[in-house]
């Protein structure tokens, strides 16, 4: 089994107010943002990852070294870049409303479709997203052969191969929603609403060595827990 722990960058000094940053503003996460990465750290320290694969953008890489631990190889795949905003990047919702409120609001009812001006669709984020998954599956089904191989050659004689294979992925907002909808096969262009992924939060998935991309199992949704107090709701 693929067991792959999906998360997004910490929170950076132009996460607040809310506005699109995309791939031109190559921004670093903040001292909140820190804090929330070394949270994630401290309720992932347990867990063994075979890859760490970031986005190359500076906020999602600095959150990857944090969350992995010192003297861990991190790997950055373009693929995992946050979605092109074109010239709404670095623009609030309420600057746009103000100077493109028609034109946002037809992207805003087909995301899928209808790319920001000058920059990406939902459907064209979905695409570097197939073939991401693609490319960790069958990496992921080579590792099973040879963990397979290796047990069956041991000496002492055969032993049961480890069956789950561990990857943390860390990358941004839109990019990881797009990525559940084509992991969990459901509509893009419902990806605003069906999916939250806040900053430094624990998503899983997982899917089984025969599986295709469109195929996963989604075991743990936008988990904020280790960001709060013991007696607060993760959530709202």
């Known amino acids: 089994m693929l067991t792959l722990v999906l998360t997004r960058h910490g929170l950076t000094d132009r996460s607040r107010p809310e506005q699109h940053l995309g791939q031109k503003i190559d921004i670093s996460i903040n001292d909140a943002g820190r804090r929330q990465a070394d949270a994630l750290r401290r309720r992932l320290a347990t867990v063994k990852f075979a890859r760490v694969i970031t986005s190359p953008q500076f906020r999602a890489r600095e959150t990857a070294e944090i969350v992995a631990g010192r003297g861990v190889q991190i790997e950055a795949d373009p693929r995992l870049k946050e979605m092109d905003y074109g010239a709404w990047e670095g623009r609030t919702y309420a600057e746009l409303d103000e100077t493109d409120r028609a034109f946002r609001g037809e992207w805003l009812a087909h995301p899928d479709t209808l790319a920001c001006p000058g920059g990406e669709s939902g459907d064209d984020v979905s695409v570097r997203v197939t073939s991401f998954l693609e490319d960790l599956l069958?990496?992921?089904?080579r590792w099973v052969a040879r963990t397979s191989f290796r047990a069956a050659?041991?000496?002492g004689g055969p032993t049961a191969p480890a069956n789950d294979h561990r990857v943390l992925a860390v990358a941004h907002g839109t990019l990881n929603r797009v990525f559940l909808c084509v992991a969990l096969d459901t509509d893009i262009r419902r990806y605003r609403q069906r999916y939250i992924q806040s900053q430094c939060n624990l998503t899983v998935l997982a899917w089984a060595?025969?599986?295709?991309?469109?195929?996963g199992t989604l075991l743990v949704s936008n988990d904020t827990s280790h960001l709060h107090g013991a007696n607060d709701l993760p959530w709202g």
């Open 209 to 215: 060595d025969d599986a295709g991309p469109r195929q």
């Open 153 to 155: 050659t041991a000496t």
């Open 138 to 141: 069958d990496e992921h089904r």
